[in-house]
């Protein structure tokens, strides 16, 4: 075997990346060397790694937190400089099979015209259910698909599936492509989030095959779906969406492109008014702002603001409930995550048949884009808003008008910024 480097990056999660590091130790082929990138942890995180596996771990530690991106960057240069034919790039809370690395490394010999190769990703907490088999960009709707997200493995997918790009959280990349094209190692100014989504589009734009596997499977934490102490996702997560499609969208859809993203903004600001969560709203309008301005790296401090969102009213609904009904269409995880915040506001709620609950909460994918509220129902989307009181119903009803206006007002400004974006 031509030799790898695997990079794990790791920020205070000491457990999550002992057991991810036993995992790969497990592995059934040992040509690798693994490089464990530390973010400035404030647990022992370091002190573990260095005491449980000693030098059998490259570890490498970065004085800030530089984030994913910039961590994973960290470990790339390292190994490009030590010459691997093979990386690959490990979330420290993945736990991988005993073939997974195989897998990943025979069929990249097989096949080079692929240059990034992922694992088929399952859930931690169910492992029945896939949470992804890589990603496709949505260049349309200015968005990503996670492809069979949430599907049941009853061994009737593809093998191979084609894709646009792979969450790092386990994914083999050619050597020769970061050295050879313009492709490059991770793009550290997202500093987090669409950074592992850029880095796929660039390989595909070098002329290179990327694909998830079946034969290399992965267990993946579901996430712990609480409260953050701040509004870091906001601003990361909309400022390096929006850039992404101001910088790569092709010209002939730049004005739907225009479209789509700032209708995008709208929702995400919507529906922080109608949760009234005003810090969060604040943030994303930072970021949008942010991406036409052609801001990257990380964010001013002012950006990131106490984390107001909110589950008031849902928990105000429910507390004096007895019993529930969850009608998930599909969204198994959406349903545990339900379940989880029902019990924890109530924990006298019991789970009872439909016809026989007090309440019955129907799960959709957003609750803005339901025309028909069925009665007796509780229509709720995977960020749990929902429609419960008259007020609930009349921002639906101005949800509309209140959109077009938005994107009337704002269109012209953001093609303007999205084509200086992309002289530079």
């Known amino acids: ?12 999660k000491r457990d999550f990346v002992l057991d991810c590091i036993r995992s790969v130790q497990e592995s059934r082929v040992q040509n690798f060397d693994i490089y464990m990138v530390d973010n400035a942890s404030t647990d022992d995180s370091v002190a573990a790694v260095e005491k449980e596996f000693g030098d059998t771990v490259t570890i490498l530690q970065n004085s800030e937190n530089l984030g994913g991106s910039g961590g994973f960057n960290t470990g790339l240069r390292v190994v490009l400089e030590q010459g691997y034919e093979y990386f690959v790039c490990l979330d420290n809370d993945v736990l991988i099979d005993e073939n997974a690395i195989q897998a990943l490394y025979e069929y990249m010999e097989e096949n080079p015209d692929v240059g990034m190769a992922g694992s088929r990703v399952y859930h931690m907490q169910m492992p029945d259910y896939i949470q992804q088999c890589g990603l496709l960009i949505d260049f349309d709707h200015c968005g990503a698909e996670t492809l069979y997200a949430d599907c049941l493995e009853d061994g009737t997918l593809p093998d191979v599936i084609e894709c646009d790009t792979v969450a790092t959280c386990s994914v083999m990349i050619r050597g020769s492509v970061i050295r050879q094209t313009d492709a490059g190692i991770m793009p550290e100014d ?3 989030y669409w950074d592992d989504m850029e880095w796929g589009h660039r390989i595909h734009l070098a002329g290179y095959r990327i694909v998830t596997l079946a034969a290399s499977k ?10 953050r102490p701040d509004t870091f996702l906001d601003y990361y997560m909309w400022r390096n969406r929006t850039n992404f499609f101001m910088r790569y969208t092709p010209e002939e859809k730049l004005e739907e492109m225009s479209v789509q993203a700032l209708g995008a903004i709208f929702d995400a600001m919507y ?3 109608f949760r009234e969560e005003h810090n969060v709203m604040q943030s994303i309008s930072y970021a949008w702002h942010d991406a036409m301005a052609g801001v990257r790296g990380k964010a001013d401090s002012f950006k990131i603001l106490k984390n107001d969102a909110n589950d008031d009213k849902l928990a105000d609904y429910v507390k004096n409930k007895k019993t529930y009904a969850i009608v998930a269409d599909g969204q198994e995880e959406d349903a545990v995550y339900l379940r989880n915040f029902l019990q924890s506001v109530n924990p006298a709620l019991s789970e009872e048949a439909r016809e026989r609950a007090d309440m ?3 799960l959709c994918p957003y609750i803005f884009r339901v025309r028909e509220i069925p009665q007796h129902e509780i229509m709720i989307d995977s960020d749990r808003n929902c429609v419960i009181t008259d007020d609930d119903r009349t921002a639906l009803q101005n949800y509309e008008y209140s959109k077009l206006l938005f994107i009337y007002m704002n269109q012209g400004a953001f093609l303007a ?7 530079n």
């Open 271 to 273: 529906e922080s008014m």
């Open 360 to 362: 019955v909460f129907h």
């Open 417 to 423: 910024a999205a084509r200086r974006l992309r002289q």
């Open 1 to 12: 075997m031509k030799p790898i480097g695997i990079v794990i990056c790791n920020y205070n």
């Open 190 to 192: 997202n500093f987090i």
């Open 218 to 227: 992965v267990l993946h934490q579901m996430g712990a779906n609480v409260k």
